[in-house]
């Protein structure tokens, strides 16, 4: 009912979850850099956007997400190592050479695929990195 992080995923959330409530808890200038409030200032923003969540739930606005059969899932490594790896599978395709794609059955299986290219990647970390 409630998404909070940056800019980006409250876009995200108004797209494809337009009765959800969105809160922007951070701007990113990078992967390293955000300005973010202060936390007394983070739970009102929260307390905001979970009272006007639970407003749309009680006006019965509220919907199910449904994703799939199947489930298409794109991931945007940091790393191309990573994505090499992960194309490795038979199901994962590149899309360039950061990003790659992959269908699921549904989304559990997607979930058990970025699960395991996550647990990869850490893999291709540590070797690369030694």
Do not use: C, H
Request: hydrophobic share 45%; glycine share 10%.
């Amino acid at each position: 009912m409630v998404a909070g992080g940056s800019v980006p995923l409250e876009t995200d959330v108004e797209e494809r979850l337009p009765w959800a409530a969105g809160v922007v808890l951070k701007e990113s200038f990078g992967r390293y850099s955000a300005i973010s409030p202060g936390m007394g200032d983070i739970r009102e923003i929260l307390r905001e956007g979970t009272l006007k969540a639970v407003k749309r739930l009680e006006e019965g606005s509220l919907e199910l997400l449904r994703i799939g059969p199947p489930a298409e899932v794109k991931i945007r490594f940091r790393n191309s190592a990573f994505a090499e790896t992960a194309e490795l599978l038979p199901q994962v395709g590149r899309v360039d050479g950061k990003t790659v794609v992959f269908e699921a059955r549904n989304v559990e299986e997607a979930y058990w695929l970025v699960e395991l290219l996550v647990f990869a990647s850490a893999g291709v970390s540590s070797v690369v990195n030694r």
